[in-house]
Nanobody, 115 residues
Framework: VQLVESGGGLVQPGGSLRLSCAAS????????IKWYRQAPGKERELVAA????????NYADSVKGRFTISRDNPKNTVYLQMNSLKLEDTAVYYC?????????WGPGTQVTVSS
């Protein structure tokens, strides 16, 4: 199982980024995928989740209305569209999959929101 995040970077407050999580090594279309983030000095927190079919979405209260999670099963990829970014969105963003009872993480992608 391999998960690789991309799309992070430096953006001004109010800006947008789209993160991608490319998956391999398992039947991607059969598993839910989650996005987490971890800011310096803070615990890792769940940001968004999507079920295998892509029709059940969940978000942390802090990102509702600003972030959108989606997936493209033929491309084995999950996306996180982030709009109206705030300073407090600065963190390393990770995707996660629980496959056959074991959790897997990507290396993460850094998102920095700064003026």
């Amino acid at each position: 199982v391999q998960l690789v995040e991309s799309g992070g970077g430096l953006v001004q407050p109010g800006g947008s980024l789209r993160l991608s999580c490319a998956a391999s090594g398992f039947t991607f279309s059969a598993y839910a995928i989650k996005w987490y983030r971890q800011a310096p000095g803070k615990e890792r927190e769940l940001v968004a989740a999507i079920n295998s079919a892509g029709d059940n979405l969940n978000y942390a209260d802090s990102v509702k209305g600003r972030f959108t999670i989606s997936r493209d099963n033929p491309k084995n990829t999950v996306y996180l569209q982030m709009n109206s970014l705030k300073l407090e969105d600065t963190a390393v963003y990770y995707c996660n999959a629980r496959v056959r009872g074991r959790g897997y993480w990507g290396p993460g992608t850094q998102v920095t929101v700064s003026s």
